[in-house]
Each structure stands twice: as structure tokens, then as C-alpha cells.
């Protein structure tokens, strides 16, 4: 069973940052695209980012680009999201999730459909206020 957790959430000021951290137990991630997405008090989940297996190709949502970045240390078997000059509206539980093996092809992965990502993180809160 692949299990993801994610770390790094917290209470942060508005232009401020944080870096998420995305890890697995009991297998590597080498071989998993991984998407990160949100969900907003009272909002539906959406996809924010997600990183390609093979060679590591980043994709964002256009309301994210320029302040996240993801990046994968497969050394470390972790995905990160890092997050600059936050806002209030970032606030949301966020989520990392991987679709099975092989599911988009290596250097391919996308986060409109949250129904391709089998598997999921529990969450970690990102709060953002003064």
C-alpha cells in the first residue's frame, strides 16, 4: 500500500514562506509523478502543481506560477513544494498524491483531475495571517 505523508505546514504572514514536504514509507517515489493540490475552507480541491517521474518536469497552475516551485530529491525519496510571498487566499489543507505507476508517461503529469491520483497524503495546514 503506498502511503504518503506531508510535513511542513504552519501558521505564516502573509509574504512569507514555507517549504512542503512530500514523503512515502515502505516504497520509493522514484517512479511516481506526484501532484500537490489544495483544498480551501468551504472550497472544492484543486490542483496546484506536479512533477513529472522520469526527469523531473514541473507543471503549475497559472494561479501559482512565479511563487511555487516543486522540485523531487529522489535521494531523500521526497517532493517538495516550495511557497513564496503567500497570501491570505493560500490558506487550505494541502495534499500530496501520486497515480498509480506509469500512469502518465515519464517526463508527462498533470493535476486537473484529481480522480487519476490513487493515492493520498493526510493533508498538512497552511494558514496564512497577520
Known amino acids: 500500500q503506498v502511503q504518503l505523508v506531508e510535513s511542513g505546514g504552519g501558521l505564516v504572514q502573509p509574504g512569507g514562506s514555507l517549504r512542503l514536504s512530500c514523503t512515502a514509507s515502505?516504497?520509493?517515489?522514484?517512479?511516481?509523478?506526484i501532484g500537490w493540490f489544495r483544498q480551501a475552507p468551504g472550497k472544492e480541491r484543486e490542483g496546484v502543481s506536479c512533477?513529472?517521474?522520469?526527469?523531473?518536469?514541473?507543471y503549475y497552475a497559472e494561479f501559482v506560477k512565479g511563487r511555487f516551485t516543486i522540485s523531487r530529491d529522489n535521494a531523500k525519496n521526497t517532493v517538495y513544494l516550495q511557497i513564496n510571498s503567500l497570501k491570505p487566499e493560500d490558506t487550505a489543507v494541502y495534499y500530496c498524491?501520486?497515480?498509480?505507476?506509469?500512469?502518465?508517461?515519464?517526463?508527462?503529469?498533470?493535476?486537473?483531475?484529481?480522480?487519476?491520483?490513487?493515492?493520498w497524503g493526510q493533508g498538512t495546514q497552511v494558514t496564512v495571517s497577520s
Open positions: 498524491a501520486a497515480p498509480e505507476v506509469g500512469y502518465y508517461s515519464g517526463n508527462y503529469c498533470d493535476f486537473e483531475y484529481e480522480s487519476e491520483y490513487a493515492y
Open positions: 515502505r516504497f520509493t517515489l522514484d517512479n511516481y509523478a
Open positions: 512533477i513529472s517521474y522520469e526527469d523531473g518536469t514541473p
